[in-house]
């Protein structure tokens, strides 16, 4: 993949990818929580060409009501799907989160047993140890497990990209006690920081979107085709949440509510204005079957 030695050479060095390309300083602050034209031209920041398409896998699944999910919604059966996506591009692909094993899964039951897909998890695996880069939409278990809690750690480290606020998150105040690291283990991970936008590869870019955890942040992708892919994470569980500007009602997570809100409200106009801009909910069991039917997700992992 031809933006691999520029944008990932300098792992070992700690330096941060942006410096890679001898750009400018990262971009100044903007208004809160982005700016869709600046994304556009941060993804534009690394030449070569753009990806050929998105692949999506669910590999568990948590059932709850929606009303969890979408404060206000009705208590009507929910599903939450566990995914990873493949940014996949002539000559290799990236991943967007990297799944989690099987003991983590159980922490998100709370005492309940729920569905754990073994098969698709080491299709994660395998697609993990393939990868030419491993980006986080954020620090939680379910995104962040199968980079840490892996017999391929050595492997995985040196190409998974971590944020500082992620790193210090998982050093600090992880979720859970699973996916605590240490000062030694942070050390073998690609660590950048940056202001609000970030180049990550061709037609890539990163938004910092703290509020659903302090590292979380968005990941713009436009493929060679033109069509647009926004992942956002968690700052929405259903994209409901988004079409309502309603935030979560879970007693069992801490957000930024106030920066929540302002990122569904700027994620509801997009919604409106951008038909071209395909807004990716990372735990929308209904929204990844729409978007497989569609063509805009490819149902297996490559």
């Known amino acids: 993949m031809q933006f691999l030695p520029a ?4 792992a070992t060095s700690g330096l941060h990818v942006l410096l890679a390309q001898g750009a400018p300083d990262p971009l100044k602050q903007q208004p809160v929580p982005g700016n869709l034209d600046e994304l556009r031209r941060t993804a534009r920041m690394i030449p070569g060409r753009r990806p050929l398409r998105v692949n999506v ?9 929606k009303n969890f999910s979408v404060k206000g919604a009705a208590p009507e059966p929910s599903i939450q799907a566990r995914t990873v996506f493949q940014v996949v591009y002539a000559d290799g692909y990236i991943m967007i989160d990297s799944g989690m094993d099987e003991q983590v899964h159980k922490t998100f039951g709370r005492g309940v047993a729920e569905p754990y897909d073994f098969e698709a998890a080491k299709q994660v695996d395998k697609a993990v140890r393939g990868a030419r880069a491993i980006v986080m939409t954020h620090e939680h278990g379910d995104h962040v497990a199968g ?33 605590k690291l240490t000062e030694e283990m942070a050390k073998r991970y690609i660590v950048i920081d940056y202001e609000k936008y ?21 990941i713009y992708v436009v493929l060679e085709s033109g069509v647009e892919y926004l992942f956002i994470g968690d700052s929405a569980w259903h994209m409901d949440g988004i079409r309502q500007i309603k935030g979560k009602d879970a007693p069992w997570i ?10 569904l409200t700027w994620l509801n106009g997009l919604s409106h204005t951008e038909k071209n801009l395909v807004i990716v909910v990372s735990h929308d069991d209904e929204q990844r079957k729409q978007y497989i039917e569609r063509g805009l997700l490819g149902k297996a992992l490559e």
């Open 147 to 179: 980079v840490i809690r892996t017999p391929s750690v050595n492997e995985i480290a040196p190409k998974t990209v971590l944020t500082k606020t992620q790193v210090q998150t998982l050093l600090t105040n992880p979720q859970m006690p699973e996916i």
């Open 254 to 263: 801490k957000e930024d509510e106030a920066a929540l809100t302002t990122q």
């Open 198 to 218: 970030d180049p990550f590869a061709p037609g890539m870019a990163l938004m910092k979107a703290a509020g659903h955890t302090p590292g979380s942040q968005m």
């Open 57 to 65: 896998l669910k590999f568990a699944e948590s059932r709850r009501t």
């Open 7 to 10: 944008a990932f050479l300098l």
